[in-house]
C-alpha cells in the first residue's frame, strides 16, 4: 500500500509556470514507478508523464512534450511535475499515480492520489 498526496495546483496565467509535488508515504517509494495524469471538465483522464523507479527513463505525452518534467526525490519518497509554458489547455485536475513498472502505471496504476487543481487563464 502507498497513500499519495498532490499539491502545489493553482491558478495562473497563459505563459506561467507551476511545480507539481506528489508526497508518498507506506511502502518503499522506490519500489514504484510513478505518473501523472489530468482530467478536464467533460473529457476521460488522460497520461501526462511517467518516471520509471529509479528515475533513469521518463515518458511524456505529445501534448506536452518539451514544456513538461517529470522527476523524482527518493530520499524525499517525492515525484515532481514542473510545468512551463502552461496554456489554457492545460486547465485541469491532476492526478498522482503509482504503479509497479512505467508501462504498466501508464496503463493503469495501483494507485491514485487525491488529485490537484491547475487553472490557466488566457
Known amino acids: 500500500q502507498v497513500q499519495l498526496v498532490e499539491s502545489g495546483g493553482g491558478l495562473v496565467q497563459a505563459g506561467g509556470s507551476l511545480r507539481l509535488s506528489c508526497a508518498a508515504s507506506?511502502?518503499?517509494?522506490?519500489?514504484?514507478?510513478m505518473a501523472w495524469f489530468r482530467q478536464a471538465p467533460g473529457k476521460e483522464r488522460e497520461f501526462v508523464a511517467g518516471?520509471?523507479?529509479?528515475?533513469?527513463?521518463?515518458s511524456y505525452a505529445d501534448s506536452v512534450k518539451g514544456r513538461f518534467t517529470i522527476s523524482r526525490d527518493n530520499a524525499k519518497n517525492t515525484v515532481y511535475l514542473q510545468m512551463n509554458s502552461l496554456k489554457p489547455g492545460d486547465t485541469a485536475v491532476y492526478y498522482c499515480s503509482a504503479g509497479p513498472l512505467l508501462s504498466t502505471v501508464r496503463a493503469g496504476p495501483d494507485y491514485w492520489g487525491q488529485g490537484t487543481q491547475v487553472t490557466v487563464s488566457s
Open positions: 518516471i520509471t523507479r529509479t528515475g533513469g527513463t521518463t
Open positions: 507506506g511502502r518503499a517509494f522506490s519500489s514504484y514507478a
